[in-house]
């Protein structure tokens, strides 16, 4: 499945053009020494101008930098999709208007206005792309991931999700069926993904650790640690 996607990725990466592509996605998976990219040397080229020049508090870049490594990412919409397992009477709240129940749990703002959550059923698999650029629901998601800024998958999510879905190592059957949904700078999506069978013993929090960004764009499933895994 890592191997299918990793192609998946490099070929993404190949798709797009972008000279700083590869280096990120690489560094996506360990870190170790590579030289910096185009794309970075001009952002921090741009950045030491603005700070130079006084236009830029290195204080504030540190505290949006720090806002989107420690408060804003992945493990929020974690949080909502496991209150949302637990909590019947939420997951109502969250479907019907996914702004106030975000709010209900302190999330929203930039980037995050206003979010649709769709829920992935037994009979419904639902997608998430941004044809136009990159639109992602940041207070809950954080930043987006390279392929799902990439001109493959933009282009592909729409024209193909189940071909797309296969390459990340998810066959979704031909009875059920794909929704794809694409955000705008107005409306950005949430997938509630199914709460996996087997997890009925398994506290919220413990739910929460299990769901990973992928599951919440709508790429992969949620699924139960393997045998002997610590929980
Ligand atoms: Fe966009």
Known sequence: MDTTRRGFLAAAATTAGATATPDFVHA????????????????????SLLVEKGLVDPAALDAVIDAYDHKVGPRNGARVVARAWVDAAYKQRLLADGRSALA???YGGTQGDDTLVVENTAQVHNLVVCT??????WPILGLPPVWYKSAAYRSRAVIDPRGVLR?????????VEVRVWD???ELRYLVLPE???????LSEEALAALVTR??????????????????
Not at 132 to 137: A, F, G, V
Not at 195 to 201: D, F, I, Q, T
Request: charged share 25%.
């Open 167 to 175: 390459e990340f190592g998810l066959v979704v059957p031909e009875e």
């Open 104 to 106: 209900e749990l302190g």
């Open 183 to 185: 955000s705008t700078a």
């Open 214 to 231: 992928d599951a919440m764009v709508g790429v992969a499933k949620v699924a139960l640690p393997q045998k002997g895994a610590q929980l």
């Open 195 to 201: 709460r996996p069978a087997g997890s009925e013993h």
């Open 132 to 137: 136009l650029c990159s639109c992602y629901p």
């Open 28 to 47: 996506e998976d360990h870190d170790h020494q590579v030289v910096p990219s185009d794309l970075a040397l001009r952002t921090k080229s741009l950045e």
